[in-house]
């Protein structure tokens, strides 16, 4: 028997998941945003179920982008940190990439390039750091980018983006902030525009524009800590299984696993999982992190190791060796999980490791 650790995902979900955000917004496109192997979850398996329903698919790098390409994918891709080098250009256009142009440098860069290689229809976006101060062009050189690549005749569509800091915390002022910083930029100048990830798509309206960028939530995940009305309208898309290995009694006064840091405090039935760090499940998740074996939740007990975790059986005498154990999914959220661990459902999705098999299933 092989060691059964299995992330289940639900292409139709994810289908499911891309509607709802569209239909916060009707009249925009949305980007699926399927970087990092769609968040884990297999960036080929789930742009060929979005395909012919997702207007354009957006990804960190030209490797995943050409990945896609190779798979057969034909929709749009925008590379939404642009190009590194120089020489990619020449990739972008053989493969119509959309990219994002986030500096002057790249502009300098991309002029020289268009120069020296005839082409047309580019399609770029132009990102504006509206505020979070990681990428894009200052609010007062707005004018002289977006001039100077209107000007180009390579250039047949030119979109203005930027990014939110903290969507994702509603009571804050900075996303108001960037919305201002964004409608002074854009005041004259006729533009599609794109500002709204996730958290964007689903709590600020009023920045949803023309085009969408949902990422976490087509997962069935949600950017927000403290929950979101918009939450129960999501369907998982992955639920991670494995299977109890090994059941003990173990004394009370005894410990469990490395560092003896779970001591029993009673007589304990422990049983041992085949899931740990190495197969991206955090070894941050604290003794008391949820797990639901045979519909019944449980708790870790002692640290998560490379290959393997503890629970408490200790009230679960129907559960034997070869039971199968949810660790996130249909019927325990991964937010919920990520916040036992300290972390976000996205380090948890996109830190699942090659040793996960991933099973896919469309209904
Ligand atoms: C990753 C990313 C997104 C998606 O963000 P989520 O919070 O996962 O929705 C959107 N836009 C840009 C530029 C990104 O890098």
């Given at each position: 028997m092989a060691r059964n650790l299995r992330a289940e995902v639900n292409l139709a979900a994810i289908r499911h998941n891309y509607q709802l955000a569209k239909s916060q917004a009707k009249m925009a496109k949305a980007v699926a945003i399927i970087k990092a192997d769609a968040y884990g979850h297999g960036a080929v398996q789930v742009a060929k179920s979005l395909s012919g329903v997702a207007d354009a698919f957006g990804v960190a790098a030209i490797e995943e982008a050409l990945e896609l390409r190779e798979a057969g994918i034909e929709e749009p891709i925008l590379?939404?940190?642009?190009?590194?080098?120089?020489?990619e250009l020449k990739l972008i256009i053989q493969h119509r990439l959309w990219s994002a142009i986030h500096s002057l440098e790249q502009i300098d860069r991309l002029e020289a390039f268009l120069d020296a290689h005839p082409t047309e229809g580019l399609c770029l976006w132009l990102k504006v750091?509206?505020?979070?101060?990681?990428l894009g062009i200052h609010p007062a050189d707005f004018n002289q980018a977006w001039s100077r690549l209107q000007a180009?005749?390579?250039?047949?569509e030119l979109v203005v983006m930027s990014h939110f800091a903290?969507?994702?915390?509603?009571?804050?002022q900075d996303t108001y902030k960037q919305i201002e910083a964004m409608s002074r930029c854009l005041e004259g100048v006729d533009a599609k525009v794109s500002l709204s990830n996730s958290a964007g798509v689903m709590h600020w309206p009023q920045a949803h524009y023309d085009w969408l960028r949902p990422g976490?939530?087509?997962?069935?995940?949600?950017?927000?800590a403290d929950g979101h009305a918009l939450e129960a309208s999501q369907q998982p898309a992955m639920t991670l299984t494995t299977q109890v290995i090994a059941i003990r009694e173990v004394p009370a006064g005894d410990a469990v696993g490395y560092g003896a840091s779970f001591v029993c405090d009673v007589p304990m039935r422990i049983g041992t999982l085949a899931v740990g760090y190495a197969d991206?499940?955090?070894?941050?998740?604290?003794?008391?992190t949820p797990v639901v074996v045979n519909g019944q939740r449980t708790r870790i007990v002692g640290r998560v190791s490379m290959d393997m975790i503890t629970i408490d059986l200790t009230h679960h005498?129907?559960?034997?060796?070869g039971d199968s154990v949810e660790l996130w999914g249909e019927q325990l959220s991964i937010n919920e999980v990520a916040k036992y661990c300290n972390t976000i459902p996205y380090t948890l999705l996109s830190g699942l490791t090659r040793r996960v098999k991933r099973i896919y299933k469309d209904q």
């Open positions: 590379l939404l940190e642009g190009f590194f080098e120089t020489d750091d509206s505020g979070m101060h990681r180009r005749s390579e250039v047949a903290c969507a994702d915390e509603p009571e804050r976490i939530m087509l997962y069935g995940a949600s950017p927000f991206g499940y955090s070894r941050h998740a604290p003794a008391g005498a129907d559960v034997q060796v």
